[in-house]
């Protein structure tokens, strides 16, 4: 069975800094993107930031420059560093992977549980 486990949400301060972890357990899992959604409270879910296996990265526009996703293959560990965050970035931080489940032989998408990102002004 694939889990993702999340870990770093918190509370902070605008203009601090937070740092969330995922990471991916299953022994059959070929992961190829990994990426963090967020979704705030009234509001739907949008994608905040994603990483192939090579390493190319995209972000949401509002987040760029102060974002930073990475990953540690080896690990099956996805990373999002966030800096200079706003009351905006409050929200439900959820982690996504995408890949191939040997096992089953099928493409799998798999999410975490969620983390509370809450940055007070």
């Known amino acids: 069975q694939v889990q993702l486990v999340e870990s770093g949400g918190g509370l902070v301060q605008a203009g601090g800094s937070l740092r969330l972890s995922c990471a991916a357990s299953?022994?059959?899992?070929?992961?190829?993107?990994m990426g963090w959604y967020r979704q705030a409270p009234g509001k739907q879910r949008e994608l905040v930031a994603s990483?192939?296996?090579?390493?190319?990265?995209n972000y949401v526009d509002s987040v760029k420059g102060r974002f930073t996703i990475s990953r540690d293959n080896a690990k099956n560990t996805v990373y999002l560093q966030m800096n200079s965050l706003k009351p905006e970035d409050t929200a439900v931080y959820h982690c996504n992977a995408k890949g191939f489940d040997r096992s089953t032989l099928r493409d799998l998408e798999v999410w975490g549980q969620g983390t509370l990102v809450t940055v007070s002004s």
């Open positions: 299953g022994r059959f899992f070929s992961i190829n993107n």
């Open positions: 990483i192939t296996r090579g390493g190319s990265t």
